[in-house]
């Protein structure tokens, strides 16, 4: 079995591309988000795609990556508004629902730990009823650092103790994952298919899943 459910109590689960399909943001920022940059402001669609994209992909990995001000201030645009327009393509991965559902069953304590800017997240949360199933929402605005961050990890435990040998963390990004084991979380999972319209990860880092089936059913809480 890919993992022993009797050596987890706290189980950290990532949004975007983990429990929600990642088309819906990269859709949005790599069509929505130029297409109606140049409606706004004008300007060749061609040339402000990838100006904008150079632009978005030089703060990778830091808290300005996620931070929906930042970029409506750098772009002049009211870039919560914008996400609204699209918010139909918000979905979640099959099975995420019957998962959520079993964790919960099961007694562990289960925290959703996001990048996600808060005023992206309200429309994610609206849409899917995500906060149902989680018994703490964490975002990195929060706690003033992104996952990446090696100090996330120990900043999160300040705040709210878990106990890192006994935790697992199911995420998207490597980076994240990276960060996490260095601080000591024990148990580590990765999606081979985060964007449903992206072809799936054959090389990854991780021991990882298609869909959540694979790691059910869960057992109760020892």
């Given amino acids: 079995m890919m993992i022993n459910w009797h050596e987890i109590d706290t189980v950290l689960l990532d949004m975007d591309g983990t429990l929600l399909d990642l088309h819906y943001d990269n859709f949005f920022w790599t069509q929505h988000l130029p297409q109606r940059y140049v409606d706004i402001h004008g300007g060749e669609l061609d040339v402000v795609s990838k100006t904008l994209i150079d632009r978005i992909m030089a703060e990778r990995g830091s808290l300005n990556w996620y931070c929906l001000d930042y970029w409506s201030k750098e772009l002049s645009l009211d870039i919560t508004a914008l996400k609204q327009e699209i918010r139909h393509l918000i979905r979640m991965h099959p099975s995420t629902q019957r998962f959520l559902q079993a964790l919960r069953d099961s007694g562990r ?4 730990v996001t990048n996600a800017h808060q005023g ?12 149902q199933w989680v018994q703490r929402i964490i975002t990195s605005h ?5 996952k990446e ?13 878990y106990e890192p040998s006994r935790s697992l963390l199911i995420d998207d990004t490597a980076t994240v994952l990276d960060s996490a084991a260095r601080h000591g979380i024990a148990h580590l999972l990765t999606m081979r298919r985060p964007d449903s319209r992206a072809p799936r990860r054959e090389a990854v880092s991780y021991p990882a899943i298609d869909h ?5 059913p869960i057992p109760p809480r020892d």
């Fill in 109 to 112: 304590d289960v925290w959703l």
């Fill in 120 to 131: 992206g997240l309200d429309i994610k949360l609206e849409k899917t009823g995500l906060g």
């Fill in 142 to 146: 929060e706690l003033a650092l992104p």
């Fill in 149 to 161: 961050d090696d100090a996330f990890w120990q900043r999160l435990a300040d705040h709210w103790h």
């Fill in 212 to 216: 959540f089936d694979e790691i059910l």
